[in-house]
């Protein structure tokens, strides 16, 4: 059990790290189907699906399951009848893209190069397209713009408005220390309520939602996520420590068995940010997603406040911790979810969506910030 704990401290990290560079994308290796003769008379297409369902059945937390793993690989004489006659990798990462479909998981997935680097042009575009507000400018409440996070207080309201769009720190403005300076404002103006609006906040890193979090809820109170690991070829083949930790759970007899990690400690040495004690809104959008979705799932189940805005695209419960692979013949880029996290209510586990408390059009941003006022505010009517 030592060994397996140790092991996990690592996942983590890796993680991130891998996540942000392609080069460093582990890639599959194929010396076991050498001598296979389905592999040996493949085209290269052929080869890399034969690989990625493999994988894939071994790697996924879906799949733990022998019954589910059967349904997978008879999707497989399909798979490379399709390939035989595919004549680009783009063709062939949509019928892999095709065939994951009713996992329903947006963590795992796969891509070429080409694409990604379009997606990141794209996204820089975007971004380069969107305002920075200034102090209590109201075209953009509501709206989206380029800060990972800001917040405007409206005193004749009540109000302040925090616009969450990134899980990741400003390089300037850590989270922490913009979380410190917001509540000491609120606390000094007497601010009832506060309003965080994640509507455009697709993910990053949960320890940013996990300190908003501290300041909202008593940490020994709260209630928290389950997450199961699934020990996988892939992953160990990542880490030695990791591969050591696989050994030892399916010496144990844990076959077709998830890990369920240990509960959070809670360090000797933490100490409780001061309690909000007003109310708290929260805004869900189309776009809200990854730890954005695990910090509304926490606010649900942990009743800290009402949630308005559109049903999420998110489920509750969730896959995650997703570890990234190359296809050794195609070079096609792919991530997988290795974990699956069970919301902190377990009596809705099987919920597959997050429903606001409130629906709210999100589209007509003058409405919505208006109905925030009036149900919200202090002399908002």
């Not at 397209?129 to 009540?158: A, Q, T, W």
């Not at 300076?181 to 009832?192: N, T």
């Not at 506060?194 to 501290?214: E, F, K, P």
Request: proline letters at 5%.
């Amino acid at each position: 059990m030592k060994k397996i704990l140790s092991a996990l401290f690592l996942v983590a990290a890796w993680q991130m790290a891998l996540a942000q560079n392609v080069n460093m994308f582990k890639l599959l290796s194929d010396s076991a189907y050498q001598t296979k003769s389905e592999y040996q008379t493949g085209n290269k297409y052929q080869k890399d699906a034969i690989m990625f369902m493999d994988m894939v059945a071994d790697t996924h937390p879906y799949y733990i399951k022998e019954v589910r793993r059967a349904e997978w690989f008879a999707k497989k004489p399909a798979l490379l009848e399709q390939c035989k006659d595919l004549e680009n990798d783009e063709a062939f990462v949509d019928a892999l893209i095709e065939v994951l479909g009713p996992l329903h998981d947006k963590h795992t997935d796969i891509t070429t190069v080409k694409r990604m680097q379009e997606a990141k042009l794209k996204k820089n575009q975007d971004a380069g397209n969107v305002d920075i507000p200034s102090d209590r400018d109201m075209e953009h409440i509501m709206r989206l713009h380029r800060s990972y996070y800001d917040y405007s207080i409206f005193p004749e309201y009540s109000i302040c408005y925090l616009q969450f769009n990134q899980c990741a720190n400003a390089s300037d403005y850590p989270f922490a220390k913009f979380l410190d300076d917001m509540f000491a404002q609120m606390e000094k103006g007497g601010i009832k309520t506060l309003v965080v609006d994640v509507q455009y906040n697709n993910g990053g890193s949960s320890r940013l939602c996990d300190q908003l979090l501290q300041h909202l809820c008593p940490i020994d109170k709260m209630k928290f996520f389950t997450p199961y690991l699934r020990f996988s070829n892939l992953m160990a083949a990542y880490n030695p420590r990791i591969a050591a930790a696989k050994k030892n759970w399916e010496d144990d007899g844990h076959k077709d068995e998830l890990y369920q990690k240990p509960a959070p400690v809670i360090p000797a040495n933490y100490v409780q940010p001061k309690q909000f004690e007003g109310q708290v809104v929260f805004v869900m959008g189309k776009r809200t997603f990854s730890s954005a979705g695990i910090l509304l799932t926490m606010a649900r189940d942990n009743h800290i406040g009402p949630i308005i805005g559109t049903t999420s695209i998110f489920s509750p419960s969730h896959y995650g911790e997703v570890i990234p692979y190359r296809l050794p013949n195609t070079g096609a880029l792919g991530s997988i979810s290795s974990s699956y996290f069970v919301r902190p209510d377990v009596t809705k586990t099987d919920e597959k969506h997050l429903e606001p408390d409130v629906k709210v059009d999100l589209d007509d941003k003058e409405a919505s910030w208006r109905y925030i006022v009036r149900k919200y505010g202090t002399n908002g009517k």
